[in-house]
């Protein structure tokens, strides 16, 4: 949804596609999370897309943080480091031939493979 002063000037319910690019690595916590997200209405008669470029993470979390140590120690070491990000980020929207510039913020949960 993106709203303008109050007022939704678009909605969609319908199919987007998303990719994740540029992945970075957090030092803290040990793992990634990708820098730059783009969302895009697949449909033709919709045409949106949006790109976060992420300029700070403002908060993350070892998702298995409180977790039984060893059960922890074995998830990372044999699955993954599922961690969660809210990031702030620069927001170019394209919408109906309109360009809209601005900040955003997005949070994400990512399961990336250990570093």
């Known amino acids: 949804m993106i709203a303008r002063e109050n007022k939704i000037i678009h909605s969609s319910n319908n199919q987007i596609e998303v990719s994740a690019d540029d992945l970075k690595k957090d030092e803290e916590i040990k793992t990634g999370y990708p820098s730059r997200i783009t969302v895009r209405a697949i449909e033709a008669d919709n045409p949106f897309q949006m790109i976060l470029h992420a300029k700070e993470v403002i908060e993350k979390r070892d998702l298995l943080e409180g977790t039984n140590p060893f059960i922890a120690w074995l998830i990372k070491l044999c699955v993954s480091r599922p961690a969660y990000f809210g990031i702030l980020a620069d927001c170019t929207v394209?919408?109906?031939?309109?360009?809209?510039?601005?900040t955003a913020m997005y949070e994400l949960m990512f399961f990336s493979e250990s570093f």
């Open 94 to 102: 394209h919408l109906d031939g309109i360009e809209i510039k601005g």
